[in-house]
C-alpha cells in the first residue's frame, strides 16, 4: 500500500467505529453502538504541541504516518505527513466548525477529534460530553493512565497514555469492534 493509504485505512475504521447509531445531535458524534460525544471547545482541553509517529493496526494492515497536533484556546489541529515530508490532510476545529483538507480526502474530521478528545481531555470535562457512554480511568503502575470507554456494558475503546507530559507521552488506543489499534510515539522536539 502506498503512504498515503493509512489515512484512508483510518477513516475506513473510524466508520466501523462509529456504529450504528442513530444520528447525533448537532455538534456530537455517533461512536460505538448507541454513544455518542458531544464535541468540546478546545478551551476546554489542555494547550499542547506535539509531534507523534503514528502506526495505524487495522485488520493486519498496518501503515505509519507522522501526526503534529496543536491545541490552544482557539483551536485544535492536526497534520498528518509521510515519513517522507508530503503533507497527507489536516483538520482543525475551532469549537464550531470542523475544516479537513483535502475537503475531499478520506479522513472523518470528526472522528479524528473525537479520538484527540478521548486522549486529551481531562475526565472530568470529557464525562459530561458522553452520551450513553461511560469512562473509566485509573493509573498504573509507573504512573500510566488507562481509559476505558463502554456503551451499553461494551468496551468500546482501551487507551493506555505512558507518565508524563502528553506531548511526550507514549499513547496506545484500541478500539475492539473496529479491529484498530493506533500507536503514538513521541518524536523529539526540533530546536
Known amino acids: 500500500m502506498s503512504m498515503q493509504a493509512?489515512?484512508?485505512?483510518?477513516?475506513?475504521?473510524m466508520l466501523f467505529a462509529a456504529g450504528c447509531a442513530s444520528v447525533?445531535?448537532?455538534?456530537c458524534v455517533a461512536f460505538g453502538r448507541g454513544g455518542?460525544?458531544?464535541l468540546l471547545a478546545p478551551a476546554q482541553l489542555p494547550a499542547l504541541d506535539g509531534v507523534h509517529l503514528v502506526t495505524i493496526d487495522h485488520d493486519g494492515t498496518q501503515q505509519t504516518f507522522i501526526g503534529q497536533l496543536h491545541i490552544?484556546?482557539?483551536i485544535i489541529r492536526l497534520a498528518g505527513s509521510s515519513l517522507l515530508g508530503p503533507g497527507l490532510f489536516t483538520v482543525s476545529?475551532?469549537?464550531?466548525?470542523?475544516?479537513?483538507?483535502?475537503?475531499?480526502?478520506p479522513q472523518r474530521a470528526?472522528?479524528?477529534?473525537v479520538m484527540l478528545e478521548l486522549v486529551a481531555a481531562r475526565q472530568r470535562v470529557l464525562q459530561p460530553a458522553l452520551r450513553?457512554?461511560?469512562?473509566?480511568?485509573?493509573?498504573?503502575?509507573?504512573?500510566?493512565?488507562?481509559?476505558?470507554?463502554?456503551a451499553g456494558g461494551r468496551l468500546v475503546a482501551h487507551?493506555?497514555?505512558?507518565?508524563?507530559?502528553?506531548?511526550?507521552?507514549?499513547?496506545?488506543l484500541d478500539i475492539p469492534p473496529a479491529h484498530l489499534s493506533v500507536l503514538m510515539q513521541p518524536l523529539a522536539s526540533r530546536p
Not at 6 to 13: D, E, I, N, T
Open 6 to 13: 493509512g489515512p484512508a485505512a483510518l477513516a475506513l475504521s
Open 24 to 27: 447525533p445531535p448537532a455538534g
Open 36 to 38: 455518542q460525544l458531544c
Open 72 to 74: 490552544d484556546a482557539h
Open 93 to 105: 476545529y475551532d469549537g464550531h466548525t470542523l475544516h479537513s483538507a483535502p475537503a475531499n480526502g
Open 110 to 113: 470528526d472522528m479524528l477529534i
Open 132 to 150: 450513553g457512554m461511560r469512562l473509566t480511568q485509573t493509573t498504573a503502575a509507573g504512573g500510566k493512565r488507562v481509559r476505558e470507554l463502554f
Open 159 to 172: 487507551i493506555e497514555i505512558s507518565a508524563g507530559p502528553l506531548r511526550q507521552a507514549t499513547i496506545r
